[in-house]
């Protein structure tokens, strides 16, 4: 399996980027396919992702800012960020988990909010 994402980019504050990220290979039992993020120095984070079915889940700091989506036919997972603030600023993943607790990970998206 592998994800390839696109879309990063640098923005100022209040502006908008939209992530995306294509699944390919052998994909099978999908459980939920999302994003995380990464600022120097700190951990990976869960920013929001969406399990097979439709629920969704956000980080507290993106929600009514940032909106995952998921198409399950074309296996491929989008980040609509708006309002984006500095502190948003990291390397954005996405991120594809089966049934099997299989993980599999894209190269990462470089997202830079200026002040």
């Known amino acids: 399996v592998q994800l390839q994402a696109s879309g990063g980019g640098l923005v100022q504050a209040g502006g908008s980027l939209r992530l995306s990220c294509a699944a390919s290979?052998?994909?099978?039992?999908?459980?939920?396919m999302g994003w995380y993020r990464q600022a120097p120095g700190k951990q990976r984070e869960l920013v929001a992702h969406v399990v097979t079915g439709g629920n969704t889940n956000y980080a507290t700091s993106v929600k009514d800012r940032f909106t995952v989506s998921r198409d399950n036919v074309k296996n491929t997972v989008s980040l609509q960020m708006n309002n984006l603030k500095p502190e948003d600023t990291a390397v954005y993943y996405c991120n594809l988990r089966t049934t099997y607790a299989q993980s599999y990970w894209g190269q990462g998206t470089q997202v830079t909010v200026s002040s």
């Open positions: 290979g052998n994909i099978f039992n999908i459980y939920d």
